[in-house]
């Protein structure tokens, strides 16, 4: 076994003859190789390191720079007015007496060019920096853009013409700005008009106006101070206050899930598709290590997102505290973790410091499902722990994972590349009932059985029975779009890159030698298997009260709503209102997740999509007005939600920043009566985007049959929806729903029904020649 391998590479014995040491030569050559490997590691990220630090210059500039400077002084000129003559006088002592006038001559020149080069690669820095800081261009419409935003467009192509590594421009973007309070607030006031009677309305306005002209405006320095001199105001505080200090548990409330293609299971050998699927993590991984991944930009354009997000997604996991949690990350890691009916494993996955194959790896894992030995006394429900709430587990963790055999397995899982399972279930559209099985599906990868992931890692890879497969991501390290970006990836590596031969097997040969996988070892008492069985319980109550609902809406997609010069999103939004105003009878504060990936270390904000104008809208179309009407005041809904949109993604939100506002009075401890009611209000509609980032890797128009399903998450209030979509290609738009089946008045399968049939009424509202009353709902 490996752990055997690595327990022998220096063994002694003592005898009457002295001491007896014997070598191990494969685990010495496992441990120089991975030795090696760490190196040239370290070497490609100090290249690296070089290359992003002078971007958008290049390191050869600067031997062009030396060259011109040189060459100048050769024609008895001198560039430098002056500066190379006194940086000559300057020179040390012993430089001084060793060289010749000439040589002293040549040393000053290469420090004035190298100088003059790093000034100059400073102001191109700074010019890209404040070419990123104009946003204008993204409020102007479509086709007619300024003469401004014409020019602006050029010198980012101009200054983007290197080919950039992933974190080139993590240097050159804006830091978030803090919007004035009074926007803010304005803003904030005209979200909540509809969802407040006009004497709460003007309640909450006077809130507003004593905390703006006074605790505001003080709290408001303190938020500028803390923007002058960190990277980003908002992150820091987000990441702990909203996932870190968390007491509950993280499965259902902030974890979430990405699924399989709908229609295709590349192949039906679960070990096989193992193989390809860690392959593919691995090689992602690698191109995130030595930057070799294209940095994100907003799609159709040369601006780019930061990246920051990628630095954690392996070899990281959520250690849990009793006041906070903590996310440790580490540097790389040679294995992963795999959990298979209740036993737990280090599956190496690199040998002499080469990759395995894919065809290696599925014969490792093959091995482990071959495995008939039994769990250990307390290991197979051992994953509960991290289910349940925060502050049981953390105790557990200091008390009996802290040193001895169980600190070392621990130690092996949470410092593994990513956590994987193998189901022994089948999942997946299938059989009589497709669409019940998407739930299932959907709910095998939100929660399990509450015992068979990782929920504290990164992420867990769950590969099912069939050959279906599907992540369950930890949300404090990044948000969905770049664990979808990951995602993605591996899919289209798995199915259009690696593939399999004919019987379903991975591509390649196999060396049969290979050590085992390593089961490892705990010594779980008494004390421990209670709180599991008590953790175990506060989640199944969780998972079971989960009602989730998967349907690919088929009727038409962004291209026909394209054709109407709408906005494929705000249409959706648009929808969701209507859906959300027919299944509860009235409007709600909604969240939809914007991104601020515009700035330096930006993560999101939120879109509050129910507005005064959605709201009219809505209610016109629902009381019987004219279509002309209801046409006209959906087009201004649609634009104030992209308005909307716009303003949360160029740091003018509203949420982010009166969060911020709340936790600085927390640190100066004192009270606001208009920040803690903001703070508490509900999101009974919660919704997000995934979007489809890389088309590049799936040709939709030659196999339409590689159709991503997306993922989804749990509902965030009680008595509130959660909804998640993907839209893909110009046909299909998928959906996730999530509610609680302890809330009477929510029902996902129901809501699902009414977010169709709200799709379908306005495209027969806006589509030319459309007439008549919609088509008669029938209730499922």
């Known amino acids: 076994m490996a752990e055997a391998h690595q327990a022998v590479a220096f063994q002694f014995t003592i005898t009457p003859d002295g001491v007896d040491l014997q070598l191990s030569r494969q685990a010495l050559g496992q441990i120089c190789h991975s030795g ?34 040189l060459a100048t002084l050769h024609a008895q000129s001198d560039p430098s007015m002056g500066l190379i003559a006194k940086i000559q006088d300057h020179l040390p002592l012993s430089l001084s007496l060793t060289l010749s006038a000439n040589g002293q001559t040549m040393v000053s020149a290469l420090v004035f060019s190298t100088l003059l080069w790093l000034s100059v690669i400073s102001a191109l820095r700074f010019c890209l920096k404040v070419l990123l ?36 421009y ?131 354009t040369v601006i780019p997102l930061c990246a920051a997000q990628c630095e954690r ?48 790896i599925q014969y490792q894992i093959q091995r482990i499902l071959d495995d008939p030995s039994p769990p250990q006394p307390g290991e197979e429900k051992l994953g509960a722990l991290t289910a349940g709430n925060r502050i049981p587990w953390a105790r557990i963790r200091k008390q009996y994972f802290s040193s001895g055999v169980n600190k070392r397995s621990l130690d092996l899982i949470e410092k593994a590349a990513f956590f994987v399972t193998l189901d022994d279930e089948e999942e997946g559209m299938r059989g009589d009932d497709p669409a019940g099985n998407l739930d299932r599906y959907a709910k095998s990868l939100l929660h399990g059985k509450c015992y068979d992931r990782w929920f504290d890692k990164s992420f867990s890879v769950v590969i099912f029975k069939n050959g279906k497969t599907g992540l369950n991501a930890e949300h404090s390290w990044a948000d969905a779009p770049t664990v979808a970006h990951l995602w993605e990836f591996t899919l289209a590596t798995d199915a259009f890159h690696l593939g399999y031969d004919t019987n379903g097997n991975c591509k390649g040969e196999v060396d049969c030698s290979l050590p085992p ?105 629902e009381n019987g007005k004219g279509r002309e009407e ?88 009680d008595d509130g929806y959660g909804v998640s979509y993907i839209i893909v290609g110009e046909d299909m738009i998928n959906f996730h729903v999530s509610s609680k089946h302890s809330c009477k008045e929510t029902d996902s399968h129901k809501f699902g029904f009414e977010i169709s049939h709200a799709l379908t009424d306005l495209m027969n509202l806006l589509s030319t020649g459309s007439s008549g009353p919609a088509p008669e709902k029938k209730q499922p």
């Open 313 to 360: 997604m392996f070899n990281t996991t959520r250690a849990p505290g009793e006041e906070t949690d903590v996310l440790q990350h580490w540097e790389d890691s040679e294995y992963v973790a795999v959990y298979h009916k209740g036993r737990f494993y280090r599956l190496w996955v690199y040998l002499t410091g080469r990759l395995l194959s894919p065809r290696e």
């Open 630 to 717: 209801c046409c006209k005041l959906f087009r201004k809904a649609a634009e104030k939600h992209q308005n909307l949109y716009r303003l949360a993604m160029t740091g003018s939100g509203i949420d982010r920043h009166l969060f911020c506002l709340y936790v600085v009075s927390k640190y100066l401890g004192v009270d606001s009566p208009f920040l803690k009611e903001v703070l508490s209000e509900p999101w009974r509609l919660s919704t997000s985007q995934t979007p489809i980032q890389q088309l590049e890797l799936f040709d939709l128009v030659n196999h339409p049959e590689f159709v991503s399903l997306g993922g989804g998450f749990g509902p965030v209030a």
């Open 517 to 621: 996988p390593q089961r490892l070892t705990w010594n779980i008492p008494s004390e421990v298997q209670v709180q599991v069985s008590d953790s175990l319980a506060v989640a199944r109550a969780l998972a079971d009260d989960v009602d989730c609902h998967v349907f690919p809406f088929q009727e038409f997609g962004k291209g026909r709503i394209k054709k109407l010069k709408i906005s494929p999103d705000a249409f959706i939004q648009l929808a969701l209102q209507l859906a959300y105003y027919r299944n509860r009878g009235g409007f709600c504060l909604t969240y939809e997740a914007s991104m601020t990936r515009l700035f330096r270390d930006g993560r999101t904000e939120t879109v509050r999509s129910c507005s005064n104008e959605s709201c009219d809208f809505v209610l016109a179309l």
């Open 36 to 69: 090696l490997r760490s190196w040239k590691n370290r070497f490609s990220r100090m290249k690296n390191g070089v290359l992003r630090g002078v971007y958008p210059a290049s390191p050869s500039s600067w031997l062009f720079v030396v060259i011109v400077i």
């Open 170 to 300: 993590q240097t050159s973007l804006p830091h978030l700005p803090v919007p004035p309070i009074k926007d803010t607030l304005d803003r904030y006031l005209e979200s909540i008009r509809p969802l407040r009677s006009p004497a709460d309305f003007e309640r909450v306005s006077r809130l507003a106006a004593e905390f703006e002209s006074s605790l505001g405006n003080r709290l408001q320095r303190y938020l500028k101070l803390k923007a002058l001199w960190a990277t980003n105001y908002v992150s820091d505080w987000w990441e702990e206050y909203i996932y870190l200090r968390g007491r509950n548990p993280i499965m259902v409330n902030s974890n979430y899930y990405g699924m399989d293609y709908l229609y295709v299971t590349p192949t039906a050998n679960q070990a096989a598709r193992a193989g390809n699927t860690i392959t593919a993590l691995l090689l992602y991984r690698r191109k995130v290590n030595r930057e070799e991944l294209k940095p994100s930009r907003i799609p159709g």
């Open 133 to 168: 800081s104009y946003h204008r261009w993204m409020f102007e419409q479509h086709g007619r853009i300024s003469n401004i935003t014409k020019v602006w467009v050029t010198l980012v192509r101009l200054f983007s013409s290197r080919k950039p590594l992933l974190y080139s």
